[in-house]
């Protein structure tokens, strides 16, 4: 007797119940890892930014366009100091006035004390160093950017005046209503010269004309020996002097001036010109004086290590690519960027002693 198969040559089929069984095996499985996926990447985002820390930064005027981009492009990076994150604030403060705030501990009502300082001199830097030198204690010595004053004239000028081939050493010579260059219109170049005190690119403009020789820092004490240049050039400027070096270059771009050309820092101008055409700068050859960025992580009292360590991770930001961009963007030069504008040696920037030394020379009323 033979056996009987259940079906010749066939297959016994997989019972339902096993596959239904497997498929919700694997369903639960994947939404477990998913579940523990999401679980892990809330605690570690929650592990990464325990607390928050805001960072003050306070920065002098001519750089703070620069300082504010940077900021914002470092603060979408999302970074965090010591297990917090980290957001910054920014604000427009003179180098003077900042530097006696923090001399002075920063007493009300200046606002937030700052965590970084970013001045435009290193003059600035070493006056507060003189009374309290732990505050900026471990800054670096090179400036993160720079920016040279120049003279901004008439677009329909800076042919002549580039021709000209216009120097600091010269400047007596070349300006004033008997000076060596002239104009397309026939007229000559007379230069406006703002309170130095109150506008920095005056009194750098000068200071330039005083290094010829050296090409070092001005010092207060090597003012009055030249006073009799300085009130010549002064003397060779318009009848009444514009009250800014903003008011000037308005007053250049749009016909109406009293003279024709104005000591502009380069990047002031650059703003400027972005939304105002008409005025281009000229770079007289020679050393040159103009900003020159600083960021400073301060050691202070209200700095607290977490304070202190967003300091540094934004000192790091400027000091790379990020910042480089944001300083290109707004006109300043970079070390080792590449740059359009032509190359000039720089010289530091003197004091306020200086400035006041230089107003006095050009017979300049007192600023306010």
Not at 39 to 45: A, G, P, R
Not at 211 to 238: E, H, N, Y
Not at 310 to 317: E, I, S
């Amino acid at each position: 007797m033979t056996s009987r198969h259940a079906s010749d040559g066939g297959r016994r089929g997989i019972a339902t119940w096993i596959i239904v069984t497997v498929v919700v095996v694997v369903l639960l499985a994947g939404g477990i890892t998913a579940y523990l996926l999401i679980v892990n990447d809330d605690e570690q985002s929650a592990g990464a930014c325990q607390s928050q820390v805001v960072l003050p930064v306070v920065t002098a005027p001519g750089p703070a366009a620069a300082i504010t981009q940077a900021a914002t492009a470092f603060d979408a990076t999302a970074p965090v100091a010591r297990s917090a994150c980290v957001s910054t604030t920014v604000t427009a403060m003179p180098d003077d006035e900042a530097a006696t705030a923090l001399a002075a501990d920063w007493q009300p009502p200046v606002g937030s004390p700052p965590g970084m300082w970013v001045p435009a001199s290193e003059a600035a830097l070493t006056g507060l160093e003189t009374t309290d030198s732990p505050l900026t204690a471990g800054r670096g010595n090179d400036p993160l950017a720079t920016s040279p004053v120049v003279l901004a004239v008439h677009s329909d000028d800076a042919a002549a005046v580039e021709a000209a081939g216009l120097s600091w050493a010269a400047l007596a010579e070349a300006t004033g209503p008997d000076g060596s260059v002239t104009l397309p219109s026939g007229g000559k170049l007379i230069i406006a010269l703002p309170d130095p005190t109150a506008n920095r690119a005056t009194s750098y403009a000068l200071q330039s004309y005083l290094a010829v020789g050296t090409g070092t820092q001005v010092d207060a004490a090597g003012v009055p020996p030249r006073a009799s240049d300085l009130s010549a050039i002064g003397a060779g400027g318009p009848p009444s002097q514009p009250a800014t070096t903003q008011d000037a270059m308005a007053q250049l771009a749009a016909g109406n001036a009293g003279f024709t050309a104005v000591p502009v820092v380069e990047s002031d101008l650059a703003a400027f010109t972005a939304t105002t055409p008409g005025l281009i700068a000229v770079s007289p050859t020679g050393g040159t004086v103009g900003d020159a960025v600083y960021a400073v992580p301060l050691t202070a009292s209200w700095v607290d290590p977490t304070m202190k360590d967003a300091a540094a991770v934004f000192l790091a930001y400027l000091r790379g690519a990020g910042g480089d961009t944001a300083f290109a963007d707004n006109g300043l030069r970079v070390e080792g960027q590449a740059s359009d504008n032509p190359p000039v040696t720089a010289i530091p920037a003197g004091g306020q002693d200086v400035d006041a030394a230089i107003a006095a020379a050009i017979g300049a009323p007192p600023a306010g």
